[in-house]
């Protein structure tokens, strides 16, 4: 197995505390950067890329990593959420932050 894209992304969820849904948003953000045809590059099909997602918020039990990974129309998809990225205290002190998610995408095919 060779890793052979790596894609970064971010996704916010600004008022609703979602963090899947920020996590979602980070994925397509990092989709939106390329269009790029690696399967096809090698003579693979799209469906035997390895797609790992990986996911850093500060509250990973609140990602439905399932819900992330049917971003993806082809590939096979491993999401692996962690903490990390940022929640920010909104001026209102309501106590609900802004969820900011921070995603990395690996793009990896066998045999190459």
Do not use: C
Request: glycine share 10%; no cysteine; proline share 4%.
């Amino acid at each position: 197995m060779k890793r052979l894209l790596t894609e970064i992304g971010m996704g916010t969820s600004l008022r609703r505390q979602d963090y899947t849904e920020a996590a979602v948003r980070g994925v397509r953000d990092a989709l939106w950067h390329n269009s790029i045809n690696l399967a096809e590059l090698f003579s693979k099909t799209k469906e035997q890329m390895h797609i790992t997602v990986d996911v850093g918020v500060q509250h990973p039990g609140r990602v439905d990593a399932e819900a992330v990974a049917a971003v993806f129309p082809y590939g096979q998809v491993t999401v692996n959420v962690t903490r990390g990225g940022l929640d920010v205290p909104r001026p209102d002190g309501d106590g609900n932050p802004t969820v900011m998610a921070n995603v990395a995408i690996s793009v990896a095919l066998e045999g190459v």
